[in-house]
């Protein structure tokens, strides 16, 4: 079982950056797809970006495709999401969550409902 810990939210001006992460523990995270995912106030949560098991492919989704960078690092067994040109709308509870995976190089995942593994959430708020 992996448990997942997210770091690195905080508030931020609109236009600023942030760089979460996501440390795993208990196994390897070389054995799973990540992803991120984020939750604001009376929404459901909705997908962010995600990257296959070696890092080589990934998606973002339309509204923070340009802006965001989704990244791992399998040695230091932590994921990224690198967050730049925030906006007040990318407020929410950041989830980073993982995905086992047989597929080292071609799959990731896009859907809550792939995902077994979850984070406690950081918090990321941008103001205007």
């Known amino acids: 079982q992996v448990q997942l810990v997210e770091s690195g939210g905080g508030s931020v001006q609109a236009g600023g950056s942030l760089r979460l992460s996501c440390a795993a523990s208990?196994?390897?995270?070389?054995?799973?797809?990540l992803g991120w995912f984020r939750q604001a106030p009376g929404k459901e949560r909705e997908f962010v970006a995600t990257?296959?098991?070696?890092?080589?492919?990934?998606a973002l989704a339309d509204s923070v495709r340009g802006r965001f960078t989704i990244s791992r690092d399998n040695t230091k067994n932590t994921g990224y999401l690198q967050m730049s040109s925030l906006k007040p709308e990318d407020t929410a509870l950041y989830y980073c969550?993982?995905?086992?995976?047989?597929?080292?190089?071609?799959?990731?995942?896009?859907?809550?409902?792939?995902?077994?593994?979850w984070g406690q959430g950081t918090q990321v708020t941008v103001s205007s």
């Open positions: 990257i296959t098991r070696g890092g080589g492919r990934t």
């Open positions: 969550a993982a995905a086992p995976s047989a597929y080292y190089g071609g799959t990731y995942y896009t859907t809550l409902s792939e995902y077994a593994h």
């Open positions: 208990g196994r390897s995270l070389i054995g799973y797809v």
